[in-house]
């Protein structure tokens, strides 16, 4: 079994920052892909970056030159910089892991999310 585990959430006011965590534990044999997306108040849960092992990181239009996406390959860790945020930022973030476990199964984890609110 895998886990995510997600931290770096809270309460910024807008043009603040924020970092976001999430490491991913259990049976893995590799992390291929990892992302975060999220999921604003009353809507559909969007995508916001991912990042493949050793590839280019790619961002939704929305967020792009605002935040910034990294992983830790030997920590199974991705991270989500977030800067100059704004109220439509406000959402529940959820951390995305493509993983392949000791068993050579590879399948989608997800984390519970924790949630980011950027007042005015």
């Known amino acids: 079994q895998v886990q995510l585990v997600e931290s770096g959430g809270g309460l910024v006011q807008a043009g603040g920052s924020l970092r976001l965590s999430c490491v991913a534990s259990?049976?893995?044999?590799?992390?291929?892909?990892m992302g975060w997306y999220r999921q604003p108040p009353g809507k559909a849960r969007e995508l916001v970056a991912t990042?493949?092992?050793?590839?280019?990181?790619n961002y939704d239009e929305s967020v792009k030159g605002r935040f910034t996406i990294s992983r830790d390959v030997a920590k199974n860790a991705v991270y989500l910089q977030m800067n100059n945020l704004k109220t439509e930022d406000t959402a529940v973030y959820s951390c995305?892991?493509?993983?392949?476990?000791?068993?050579?199964?590879?399948?989608?984890?997800w984390g519970k999310g924790t949630l980011v609110t950027v007042s005015s």
């Open positions: 990042i493949p092992d050793g590839g280019s990181a």
């Open positions: 259990g049976s893995i044999f590799s992390v291929l892909n």
């Open positions: 995305n892991a493509d993983v392949r476990d000791i068993r050579w199964n590879r399948r989608d984890y």
